[in-house]
């Protein structure tokens, strides 16, 4: 039989996906599982912005569009940064993209030798560390403690830096931990990096909207301009306006690198779909009056899960700033035995515990770089929510 390439086993299926494909089979054997696994809006994509796509359908833009973006989006994304977030791009300084996830691709295709080293703050995405993996780089992983908000130090990113460290990936509000940077604590990250003149900075601001109790989240080029020429700054929509089966990320950048992108995205799967690029025009310029909306949403709802979990013996839970998980440390549940008689040794072993004997189904820790925690997405309704919180407490307090 015919072989695979050695890359294929620098990375391996993400847990996220692990956990919830084993969540959907027992779905299909009729077992009630409560999905907390996903990060994914549960509100429904913008109707101005369906209408949006099915007129251009109508109108007949269904034609191969350009690699690096329709330049209606690219204006589009261009009005998004000077909106929110202060920063001016040219239309050779932004791309769209398959998704947020292209944009980080394409961006490590275009730079990363073998061997060279990726800065990853943890916990983090595993995207990051999987794609600099196949792709011959090297990930760096920086722990972001508890006691410090999950954020990172400076320090602690100095120290982290080598002469092969290539990029610095930041991605706040953070995925999983929610955790995000005020402006002096990202200043004091760029203070850092203004000493490193040959690494490039990406910041994955794919969560920027979803802010909660009047925190101000500032990106790294908005925050020290003098990092603006190295700095690649990504959103898209699948977040902010629900709608991540529509696969748009963008970014912006300079415009080395952007071409440099752009390239690799036309060699692996040329422009997005054209359909999806007028939806993305409609939600970026059209009523942004939900994006405020939907946040106190998730701000209710982070609210009641960390209240009903501090209440949990065994899990201690860090109220975040952002985003729509949050990171329970589950320390005081090891070492002991579930109702079934299972043994927890890892935040692995409580996941997969929790899921069979409870039906709730989370992602440990260590998928994240960082134990004994577990990520939990509170993407969902209230009464969800409040089903699977009690379903963990029963959990929790049968344990022995």
């Known amino acids: 039989m015919p072989g695979f390439a050695d890359r294929l086993g620098r990375v391996q ?17 009729g077992d009630d599982v409560l999905m907390l696994t996903v990060g994914e809006p549960d509100f429904p994509t913008p109707p101005h912005a369906i209408e949006a796509a099915r007129q251009a ?67 983090y995405w595993s995207a990051y560390g999987l794609m600099t993996q196949l792709l011959g780089g090297v ?64 910041c994955d601001d794919m969560y920027e909207h979803l802010i909660f109790d009047g925190f101000e989240y500032v990106t790294m080029a908005a925050a020290e301009p003098r990092l603006r020429d190295r700095t690649l700054t990504l959103s ?11 696969r748009i990320g963008f970014c ?13 995205q036309g060699q692996a799967t040329s422009g997005a779909s054209s359909v999806s ?11 942004q009056e939900l994006v405020a909306e939907r946040a106190e949403v998730y701000r209710r709802r982070r609210d009641l899960v960390v209240d009903a979990l501090n209440t949990v ?26 109702a079934q008689g299972r043994v927890l040794t890892t935040d692995e072993d409580f996941s997969l515990a929790l899921l069979e004997e409870q039906h709730v189904a989370l992602v440990h820790g260590a998928a994240f770089g960082m134990s004994p925690y577990v990520r939990i997405s509170y993407a969902t309704d209230e009464a969800t929510l409040t089903k699977a919180c009690s379903r963990i407490g029963a959990f929790c307090e049968g344990l022995h």
């Open 236 to 246: 898209g929509v699948s977040k902010t306006y629900a709608m991540t089966g529509w």
């Open 139 to 202: 990930p760096v992983q920086v722990n972001c403690p508890q006691n410090n908000g999950f954020r990172l130090r400076p320090e602690d990113l100095a120290a982290a830096i080598t002469p092969r460290t290539k990029w610095l990936i930041l991605n706040f509000p953070n995925n999983p931990t929610g955790a995000a940077c005020s402006r002096a604590e990202m200043q004091a990250l760029g203070e850092v990096m203004l000493q490193h003149p040959d690494v490039w900075i990406m």
């Open 252 to 264: 912006g950048g300079p415009k080395n690198l952007i071409r440099a992108m752009s390239n690799m």
């Open 277 to 287: 690029q007028a939806a993305a025009v409609a939600a970026l310029d059209g009523p």
């Open 313 to 338: 013996p065994g899990i201690s839970c860090h109220r975040p700033e952002g985003a729509f998980y949050v990171y329970p440390n589950i320390a005081g549940c090891l070492g002991r035995s579930t």
């Open 57 to 123: 359908g109508l109108r007949g833009e269904t034609k191969y569009p350009p690699v690096d973006g329709l330049p209606v989006l690219k204006q589009a994304v261009q009005r998004k940064f000077t909106r929110d977030n202060g920063l001016d791009y040219a239309l050779d300084e932004i791309m769209v993209a398959n998704g947020g996830k292209q944009v980080i691709f394409d961006a490590l295709m275009a730079t990363l030798n073998k061997g060279d080293e990726v800065v990853i703050p943890a916990p």
């Open 13 to 29: 299926v993400a847990a996220t996906m692990q956990m919830t494909i084993r969540a959907r089979e027992m779905r299909a054997r």
